[in-house]
DNA sequence: CGCGATATCTAGTCAGTGTCAAGTTCGGGT
DNA sequence: ACCCGAACTTGACACTGACTAGATATCGCG
C-alpha cells in the first residue's frame, strides 16, 4: 500500500495534484481554485493536471468523491461508536470543519460533474447514514423521510454558517459543543 | 420611476450593472461572474464596471448588502403579517429560493468584502429577526441565543442542500410546503 | 537484452479575464 | 461661456483554462 518513493515517472502524480488543490482550496476556496498553481506546487508543467483530470471540472470531481467517501466513512463510524443518530449529525459538523476543501466542493455542483459515476458510487454511503437511522426511529415513511431531512438540513445549514463565518459571534468557544447542544432542539422520534 | 430612455451620459448604470451581474449569476453562478460580461450585457465597455466598485470584489459587495437588505424585509414582513416565528423561517428559504443570486453571494464571504460599512449596516435587520423572537419564546438567554442559531440552521440549511440540488429526490413537490413541514421538528420553546 | 508501444509529462499557443493607466466625452455650477 | 470633474472608453499587461504537438521514460514482449 505503502507508494514506493517515486513509483512512477514523477511520482504518482494525481494523489500529489489532489494534495496539492485542497491545499489551495483551503486558502483560496474551491472558486479561486488556479490549476497552474496547483501544477506549479506539484512541482510539474502547467499542462500536467489536464491529462489526468481532463480539465478543472475533472479534479473537482475527484476532490468531491473523495470528499463523500471520507464522509460516509466518518459517518458510519460515529454511529457504529455510539449507537446515537445525535451523534451522526455532530460526525457531520466534525467533517464539515476538519475537510472543508472537501466539503465546500462537494456542495458546489456547478463547480463539478456531479453526474459522474466516482461521485454517484461514493455518495451512497453516507446518504444511506443520512436517511437510514430516522426510517427506524419513525412509524411511517414520510414522516421517516421528512425527519431526516430536517436532521440533515440543521448540522448542513450549522456547518455551512460556521464555515461561512456567521456564527462565531453568537457561538463562541468549540463549534462540536455548540453542534451537540443545537441538536438538542429537534424532535425527530414520534 | 421610469428611467428616460439614456437618462444621463449612458444610464444609472450601477443599477444597470447590479441587474446584470443578477441576470448572470443565476446562470453560472457567483464564482464564474465575469466583469466583462456583465459590462457587456449592459452595453458599456469592459472597464466600465471598475469606475463605479472598483472591482470584481466590489461589484459582489453591492450585490450582497442589496440582498441583505431585501431579506431583513421579508424577514420582518412575515413576522408583521402572521405573527409567527415559524414563518419566518418558511420566509428565509422563500427568500434564498427566489432571490437565488443574492442569496448565494452573501453566504460566499471570500467573494467580496464583507466588513464594508454598507454590508455590516445592511445585515442589522435580518439579523434582529434571525436572534429576536426566540429571545421572547425562552426563559433564559443561552437558550434564546442557541434556539435561534438552531432555527437559522435548520433554515439555511434546507435552502442551501435544495439549492444545491440535494432534496430534489427526498422532497419532491413544492419546496415551501416541505419547508414548513420541516420546521415542525424544531422545539424552540420551553 | 533490446525494441516498439504507450502512458506520462513538457512546451507553445490561443482566447478570455481582472486590473490598471491614460485618454476622451459630457454635464453642471459659477 | 468656461472649465472642473465625473462618467465612460481605450489600450495594455499578466494571468488563467484549454488545446496541440512533441519529447521522454516506463513497460510489455520477444
Redesign the pocket.
Known amino acids: 500500500m505503502a507508494p514506493s518513493p517515486r513509483p512512477?515517472?514523477?511520482?504518482d502524480?494525481p494523489r500529489a495534484l489532489i494534495a496539492a488543490a485542497l491545499e489551495l482550496i483551503d486558502e483560496v476556496g474551491p472558486a479561486a481554485?488556479?490549476?497552474?498553481?496547483v501544477a506549479r506546487r506539484a512541482g510539474?508543467?502547467?499542462?500536467?493536471p489536464?491529462?489526468?483530470f481532463g480539465?478543472?471540472?475533472g479534479l473537482l470531481t475527484a476532490v468531491a468523491a473523495q470528499g463523500y467517501e471520507l464522509l460516509g466513512a466518518a459517518l458510519a463510524d460515529a454511529f457504529e461508536s455510539t449507537g446515537e443518530f445525535r451523534e451522526v449529525g455532530v460526525a457531520y459538523v466534525r467533517f464539515a470543519l476538519s475537510h472543508r476543501a472537501h466539503f465546500e466542493v462537494m456542495f458546489r455542483p456547478e463547480l463539478y460533474r456531479d453526474d459522474d459515476p466516482a461521485v454517484v458510487a461514493a455518495r451512497v454511503p453516507s446518504s444511506a447514514m443520512l436517511y437510514g437511522p430516522p426510517a427506524d426511529l419513525s412509524g411511517d415513511a414520510v414522516t421517516a423521510v421528512n425527519g431526516a431531512v430536517a436532521a440533515w438540513s440543521l448540522v448542513h445549514g450549522f456547518a455551512t454558517l460556521w464555515l461561512s463565518g456567521n456564527l462565531e459571534r453568537a457561538v463562541p468557544g468549540d463549534p462540536e459543543g455548540a453542534a451537540r447542544a443545537i441538536t438538542g432542539f429537534l424532535s425527530i422520534r414520534r
Open positions: 512512477y515517472h514523477h511520482g502524480l481554485l488556479s490549476l497552474r498553481e510539474v508543467s502547467h499542462g500536467a489536464a491529462h489526468h480539465d478543472k471540472a
